[in-house]
């Protein structure tokens, strides 16, 4: 993925979270040399790795697969003192733009819709002894609500909705076509390099091609950044 793709999708993200009166803080709206000014005081930062997420998976499709993540709070599972007991995301999607299928072995997970159109997923349950999915259906709840889906079932949840994920449901999500969405994520603790696991071949962090500046560095970068 190209800096320059990277820093448009920022831009964008910054701009539609606004629009719908969403703020972030304040190290969000940093330019590089105020984050390399302060990176003596960001070591909750780095190391639960709160900020800026954007990426394709490593498919060179962006436009079709792919998301700007920013994490708000998070913790450290190995390291209690660290951070706080839960994780809190904004995912931002444009039209047309979906995750890729994956589920997650540890982490229980509410996928919120905050704001644009309507949220749709694909759920399926994964049998934990083989990592593949099944064609079981799917007991979530939806805001305390039970529901029951067939496998790979289409499920819509309208703004201000949410649904429950737990570990081994496998799922896809993006806007419905015709609209951006704005996605929240409220979990426990995330821990994006141990609990992600995909049913599609894909990267978790794309490599970027530096075809212009750093605006700001991404969760994963900051090593390298500062």
Same mark, same amino acid.
């Given at each position: 993925?190209?800096?320059?793709?990277?820093?448009?999708?920022?831009?964008?993200?910054?701009?539609?979270?606004?629009?719908?009166?969403?703020?972030?803080?304040?190290?969000?709206?940093?330019?590089?040399?105020?984050?390399?000014?302060?990176?003596?005081?960001?070591?909750?930062?780095?190391?639960?790795?709160?900020?800026?997420?954007?990426?394709?998976?490593?498919?060179?499709?962006?436009?079709?697969?792919?998301?700007?993540?920013?994490?708000?709070?998070?913790?450290?599972?190995? /390291?209690?003192?660290? %951070?706080?007991?839960?994780? #809190?995301?904004?995912? !931002?999607?444009? &039209? +047309?733009?979906?995750? $890729?299928?994956?589920?997650?072995?540890?982490?229980?997970?509410?996928?919120?819709?905050?704001?644009?159109?309507?949220?749709?997923?694909?759920?399926?349950?994964? /049998?934990?002894?083989? %990592?593949?999915?099944?064609? #079981?259906?799917?007991? !979530?709840?939806? &805001? +305390?609500?039970?529901? $029951?889906?067939?496998?790979?079932?289409?499920?819509?949840?309208?703004?201000?909705?949410?649904?429950?994920?737990?570990?081994?449901?496998?799922?896809?999500?993006?806007?419905?076509?015709?609209?951006?969405?704005?996605?929240?994520?409220?979990?426990?603790?995330? &821990?994006?390099?141990?609990?992600?696991?995909?049913?599609?071949?894909?990267?978790?962090?794309?490599?970027?091609?530096?075809?212009?500046?750093?605006?700001?560095?991404?969760?994963?970068?900051?090593?390298?950044?500062?």
């Amino acid at each position: 993925m190209k800096r320059s793709a990277v820093n448009q999708a920022i831009a964008w993200a910054k701009d539609y979270l606004q629009k719908n009166n969403i703020h972030l803080p304040e190290y969000a709206y940093w330019p590089l040399e105020t984050w390399k000014a302060n990176a003596g005081k960001l070591d909750t930062v780095r190391k639960v790795m709160l900020g800026w997420d954007i990426t394709d998976y490593g498919l060179n499709d962006f436009e079709h697969i792919g998301s700007v993540l920013y994490t708000v709070r998070n913790g450290s599972i190995d /390291d209690k003192i660290v %951070g706080v007991p839960f994780c #809190e995301k904004y995912i !931002v999607m444009r &039209d +047309g733009q979906r995750l $890729t299928n994956h589920y997650h072995v540890a982490k229980t997970e509410d996928i919120i819709n905050r704001a644009g159109g309507v949220l749709r997923l694909y759920l399926w349950k994964v /049998d934990p002894a083989t %990592g593949k999915m099944t064609d #079981e259906d799917v007991d !979530v709840y939806m &805001d +305390g609500v039970l529901h $029951t889906f067939k496998a790979g079932e289409e499920v819509l949840v309208e703004p201000g909705n949410s649904i429950s994920l737990t570990p081994y449901i496998a799922h896809i999500f993006g806007p419905k076509p015709g609209s951006d969405l704005v996605v929240g994520e409220v979990s426990s603790i995330n &821990d994006d390099n141990t609990d992600n696991y995909f049913l599609e071949e894909c990267l978790r962090y794309t490599t970027i091609e530096d075809d212009e500046p750093m605006t700001c560095p991404l969760c994963n970068e900051y090593d390298k950044a500062l």
